[in-house]
T-cell receptor
């Protein structure tokens, strides 16, 4: 089955710097890769996702890149702000995964220092 | 538009007690899920329901049962609570197909003494 690894497990950056979180997956049939942000005590919320027919997707300060050949995808946050501090989870799933679970990565705790 | 609603938000139980966590979604989603999240940890799937009338075990199903009451509602039952089941429980739902995002409820914080 699918296995998703996520690095780093913790990341501290200065406000205004960029942050990059990388995930690797094992199942070449996976074609959907969402990223979730979870603030302390809150629910995970989808912040961006990418499907395997594109290599990059941007939404304001966040972007996701996908390398299907190498089976990895990355979250990029530019001009980080204190409110970006949270735990970020990546996930991967297959197109035939009807109703089945995503495979989530273990999470990255991002701290943005003022 | 409420999305995914979970009740209760907090609960304290004694070992051996039973209870049911409720989840309802108003997005007309086919699939629903129950996860647990222990402190500082990721999400672990307990059970899921691909569609109304079907349920399947996830990664950590022992000690739990589920019911997909209708398309909107998916409940999680602890028959005999144990301290190891102290956790935050999240319900989620998604549209048909494996490449749809999951939408999460606010969670139920459950403590078992």
């Amino acid at each position: 089955g699918e296995n998703v690894e996520q690095h780093p497990s913790t990341l501290s950056v200065q406000e205004g710097d960029s942050a990059v979180i990388k995930c690797t997956y094992s199942d070449s049939a996976s074609n959907y890769f969402p990223w979730y942000k979870q603030e302390l005590g809150k629910r995970p919320q989808l912040i961006i996702d990418i499907r395997s027919n594109v290599g990059e997707k941007k939404d304001q300060r966040i972007a996701v890149t996908l390398n299907k050949t190498a089976k990895h995808f990355s979250l990029h946050i530019t001009e980080t702000q204190p409110e970006d501090s949270a735990v970020y989870f990546c996930a991967a799933t297959r197109p035939d995964n009807y109703g089945q679970n995503f495979v989530f990565g273990p999470g990255t705790r991002l701290s943005v220092l003022p | 538009n409420a999305g995914v609603t979970q009740t209760p938000k907090f609960q304290v139980l004694k070992t051996g007690q039973s209870m049911t966590l409720q989840c309802a979604q108003d997005m007309n989603h086919n699939s629903m899920y129950w996860y647990r999240q222990d402190p500082g940890m990721g999400l672990r799937l307990i059970y899921y329901s691909a569609s109304e009338g079907t349920t399947d075990k996830g990664e950590v199903p022992n000690g739990y049962n589920v019911s997909r009451l209708n398309k909107r509602e998916f409940s999680l039952r602890l028959e005999s609570a144990a301290p190891s089941q102290t956790s935050v429980y999240f319900c989620a739902s998604s549209g048909r197909g494996g490449n749809q995002p999951q939408h999460f409820g606010d969670g139920t914080r459950l403590s078992i003494l």
